[in-house]
């Protein structure tokens, strides 16, 4: 009951930000570039796909904030346990489906008005840290002037943690999403067709080279699979920093050679400055 009630203010607070976000005054997010638009022939992914690309850069910027204090070194006190993962569906159900959608892809129904639209955070969520996710969880949209609400006041640290394991297991398959909201089912498949088709764009652009498309999406791959085997590998500090620790530790690991780490660095960077993600 206590649920419902929240949601139908949330759903009332998204449609009033909604209304705050259309005016001809840019936004920070509105005025940025924007990536060209793919063809709904491109791969058939349909719109969703174009949003997350042409927001990137506001994402990106997001993502390379620095995480202020008390947030900044946070690790998840309580492991993802079937009564946690639980929880954390509940709350996520109740709370975050109608803007995120119910696999977490950021496709709930008020995304289509939302400007930044809501984060894929099934995807972006495998990425981040625990420091940044439980910031962005606990002080919401606030430093970015976004849609995204402040949950500190509404949730525990104990339920902010349940929710962050539960979007995490949307994102790596170890939870099935739960009908309500709507939205696509994280999909791995959707995503590499995503990157490739970025790739593709970026050679055909002239931004990279075949070669170095190759090299990125091979290191890219090491990276995704080394998180999936090492998931507690989230360390704290700005993602700058984990990359790199990520990356020295496939070097030492003899997955990729320090060639390829500098190689994708220095592309991963290219690809950013040409609006590509
Ligand atoms: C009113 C719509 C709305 C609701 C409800 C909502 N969010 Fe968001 N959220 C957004 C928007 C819009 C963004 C993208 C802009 C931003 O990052 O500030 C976002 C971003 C995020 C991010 C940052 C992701 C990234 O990759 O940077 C996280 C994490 C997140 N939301 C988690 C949640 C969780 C967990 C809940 C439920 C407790 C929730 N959100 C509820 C709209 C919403």
């Not at 060209?36 to 969703?48: F, H």
Request: net charge negative; with cysteine; glycine share 10%.
């Amino acid at each position: 009951m206590k649920r419902t009630l929240k949601l139908m203010l949330l759903l009332g607070l998204a449609l009033l930000l909604a209304a705050c976000a259309m005016p001809a005054i840019p936004t920070p997010d509105s005025a940025e570039p924007e990536a060209p638009a793919p063809t709904a022939a491109a791969g058939g992914m349909g719109m969703g796909m174009g949003r997350r690309m042409g927001m990137g850069m506001g994402m990106m910027e997001r993502h390379s904030a620095a995480i202020p204090a008390p947030y900044a070194d946070l690790a998840s006190p309580i492991p993802a346990s079937a009564e946690v993962l639980e929880e954390g569906a509940e709350i996520y159900t109740a709370q975050c489906a109608v803007c995120h959608g119910d696999g977490g892809m950021g496709d709930g129904p008020t995304a289509a008005v939302l400007d930044p639209a809501p984060a894929p955070i099934a995807h972006t969520s495998q990425m981040m840290s625990d420091a940044y996710l439980f910031w962005r969880v606990s002080e919401g949209g606030v430093p970015f002037e976004t849609a995204m609400p402040v949950w500190k006041e509404l949730l525990s640290e104990e339920e902010r943690w349940s929710v962050i394991h539960y979007v995490r297991g949307l994102g790596s398959g170890q939870v099935i999403p739960r009908r309500g909201m709507g939205g696509a089912a994280f999909d791995p498949q959707v995503e590499a067709a995503q990157q490739r088709e970025m790739l593709d764009q970026a050679v055909a652009q002239s931004v990279i080279t075949q070669a170095e498309a190759d090299t990125f999406a091979a290191v890219h791959d090491a990276l995704d699979a080394y998180r999936a085997a090492n998931p507690t590998a989230f360390g704290a500090g700005n993602p700058e920093e984990q990359q790199a620790a990520l990356l020295a530790a496939l070097v030492a690991a003899g997955s990729i050679t320090q060639a390829q780490a500098d190689a994708f660095l220095d592309i991963h960077q290219r690809l950013h400055e040409a609006g590509l993600m």
